[in-house]
């Protein structure tokens, strides 16, 4: 069966500092991957998305950037935090061409930048 | 403009109090509707997918129905097990990456 895995679950970081969240998928080949962030009060926010190895779709622009070093691997950086890059970090997953089909999450990343 | 409301954004039940949670879609060629529930702390879990008007879908006490415009999470005499959030998505006709999320209704179920 296939499993996610995100680290870290929660993350304490000063403003101006960088950043990386990891993002690992198993039990499945070139899955579609996902990074969401979750506000209070808001809804899912899709950041980034990767049909493929060094394949990245930028949602929004901001502060943070995506990279997909391995097939399984997902990565979610920023070079300097700002305050307003706290939130819920989300890692989702699909199968290949499977548009119709459900996202499947991690347990996220709560982070807070002071 | 593509928008997924749910209402009420809140819902406090009794044990055994059945009810039902709603989600209105806004979208362009809906493509999929999708319920998701959320434990505090935790990612979303995926519930159920809902591909045209009039289909239903039952997972022990709850029930998701899709009309044209909405969907209803029924739930059946809760527990308070069921407390969480609830959260409904929908995929737009063309936009094969993209999921629009509700913002959520919070149940909380007392026993």
Partial sequence: SQTIHQWPATLVQPVGSPLSLECTVEGTSNPNLYWYRQAAGR?????????????ISSEVPQNLSASRPQDRQFILSSKKLLLSD??????????????NSPLHFGNGTRLTVT | E?????SPEALRLQEGESSSLNCSYTVSGLRGLFW????PGKGPEFLFTLYSAGEEKEKER??????KKES???????KPEDSATY???????GATNKLIFGTGTLLAVQP
């Fill in chain 2, 36 to 39: 998701y529930r959320q434990d």
């Fill in chain 2, 62 to 67: 709850l029930k998701a129905t899709l009309t």
């Fill in chain 2, 72 to 78: 209803f999470l029924h739930i059946t005499a809760p």
């Fill in chain 2, 2 to 6: 593509d928008q997924v409301t749910q």
């Fill in chain 1, 86 to 99: 706290s939130g819920f970090y989300l890692c989702a997953w699909r199968g290949p061409g499977q548009y």
């Fill in chain 1, 43 to 55: 809804g899912l926010q899709l950041l980034f998305y990767s049909v493929g190895i060094g394949q």
């Fill in chain 2, 87 to 93: 959260l409904c998505a929908v995929r737009p006709g």
